[in-house]
């Protein structure tokens, strides 16, 4: 505790008092050279931090270690030397020493933020999700009205796909503080689409976009007015990512579904076409044009588009599906049997049921 160490620095200061008294009484050469030798270790006990938060600012933590050891052998009871030196432990992957470190500096003072923050860094270095939701838990018992632990316990939750437990912990935060910042809602709206509740994301986004236009916000809330059959209000969404950034790829994608859905297939069209002309090799993109065109009989473009697909992403067992589709449309049956068949090897659902109807194969299926 921050008392320990007060106790420590009066210590030294009562030692050096005392030889001040002897010396004035017995005024002996052994007096002052006592005097003097306390003198210097007070002022190595102080320096030695010092020196050793150069030497780790300029990366030598190893020498960093050496001094902040002196100076842990001077005055035991600092609970910053022993942060600074797991911190220099830590840099050098010495994860058992730095929580010895880190630990020794909570034992002296359960609330050294620099502890605390040093076991959640280690622990997110080393993926241990769950030992930063123990320490979050920890800081949380010692400091239960700081708002921004809860957001980040929050954070570690969904790390582990807790979602439930990050949305609690993120209201909780709101909750608490005065300041609700925009990032907590897109938080609270992504842990909230992750569980199937939609609605629930949509408010969260709404809010966030309240307090700040940005593309992440439409882009999940399109995507979760999508997940409502809202298709209209998607689009609307995506609208705004585009406006926002006119090269944005996904937006574009998640766009062009919406307009299949909404039977909007040249609209559709435009925006896969938009995509290609930015990246020919973004996945399903050539696919999902490809149906479009379906759609409007277009089997040859179609064929075509497929094709294309296959050529990018050749493990695609819907384009191949969908090939064989426009296939059987050309009258190709045989080639499009052949494509259905390569489908189902790709784990394409649907294939099986297509190559019964269509393809006469029973008796391999039986």
């Known amino acids: 505790m921050k008392l320990l160490n007060k106790i420590s620095d ?3 200061g009562f030692f050096i008092y005392l030889f001040i008294v002897i010396i004035k009484i017995l005024d002996t050469k052994l007096g002052m050279a006592l005097l003097w030798i306390f003198i210097l270790l007070f002022y190595i006990s ?30 035991p009871f600092n609970e910053d030397t022993y942060c600074y030196r797991g911190d220099a432990k830590f840099k ?14 909570i034992k002296i003072n359960p609330k050294d933020d620099c502890a605390h923050h040093g076991l959640i860094r280690m622990s997110n270095e080393l993926g241990d999700y769950n030992g930063i939701i123990d320490e979050y838990n920890r800081a949380i018992i010692i400091n239960p009205n700081d708002q921004f632990l809860y957001w980040r316990r929050g954070k570690a939750k969904v790390d582990i796909k807790n979602f439930k437990g990050a949305v609690d912990d993120f209201n909780k935060s709101i909750e608490i503080g005065s300041i609700n910042w925009t990032n907590i809602y897109q938080d609270i709206g992504e842990a909230k689409y992750n569980l199937n509740d939609y609605s629930g994301a949509i408010i969260a986004f709404n809010k966030a976009i309240e307090k700040k236009r940005g593309g992440d ?3 999940w809330r399109g995507r979760a007015k999508a997940k409502l059959r809202d298709y209209n209000g998607a689009i609307a969404d995506f609208n705004m990512i585009i406006v926002i950034n006119p090269k944005d790829e996904l937006a574009y994608f998640n766009r062009g579904c919406a307009k299949i859905e909404v039977k909007d ?20 993109a050539y696919c999902r044009r490809g149906y479009a065109k379906a759609e409007l009989k277009d089997y040859t473009g179609s064929f075509v588009d497929f094709s294309m697909e296959i050529y990018y992403n050749p493990d695609n067992g819907e384009a191949y599906f969908r090939r064989g589709e426009s296939k059987i449309q050309m009258g190709q049956k045989e080639s499009g049997c052949l ?4 489908a189902e ?9 297509t190559i019964r109807e269509l393809c006469n194969q029973f008796d391999k299926y039986k």
């Open 265 to 284: 297939y040249y609209g559709a069209i435009a925006d896969f076409s938009k995509i290609i002309e930015i990246n020919p090799k973004v996945k399903n």
């Open 10 to 12: 009066a210590i030294f």
């Open 46 to 75: 102080f320096e030695s931090v010092s020196w050793g938060i150069d030497e780790k600012n300029q990366g030598d933590y190893k020498r960093a270690i050496f001094y902040y050891g002196i100076a842990i052998k001077l005055r």
């Open 345 to 353: 090897e790709k784990g394409y659902e649907d294939a099986y049921k």
């Open 339 to 342: 494509d259905f068949s390569i």
């Open 92 to 105: 050098m992957k010495d994860y058992g020493g730095a929580r010895l470190d880190y630990n020794k500096a």
């Open 217 to 219: 916000f439409y882009d």
